[in-house]
């Protein structure tokens, strides 16, 4: 039984998105029904929350490369070597009003 409401929560509420309020509240039902033990309720709680971070870093990152993959793609200038060309600019604006 409490493999099947572990694998209900997961699909049903989505890992990278269980809060532990949301998962403290369902297994809280689950206690007052006689589903849990609190001691089990703890550990389920617990479990939920760490997977869910741990899908959630992992979707992260995924998003993050992708995103990298994109603008190296589109070759589009990161933010850096927007700042050095202002800088560059800046340098040579110096320069040419020091000769005129």
Do not use: C, H, P, Y
Request: hydrophobic share 35%; no cysteine.
């Amino acid at each position: 039984m409490k493999e099947t409401i572990k694998k209900g929560l997961s699909l049903g509420l989505g890992l990278a998105v269980v809060t532990k309020e949301q998962a403290e509240k369902v297994v809280d039902e689950l206690v007052e029904k006689g589903e849990l033990s609190q001691q089990e309720s703890r550990e389920f709680v617990s479990d939920l929350v760490e997977r869910g971070e741990a899908t959630k870093k992992k979707l992260d990152d995924k998003i993050n490369q992708k995103m990298d993959q994109v603008k190296a793609d589109m070759n589009v200038a990161t933010k850096e070597e927007v700042e050095e060309l202002k800088k560059r600019i800046e340098q040579l604006e110096l320069q040419l009003n020091q000769l005129q």
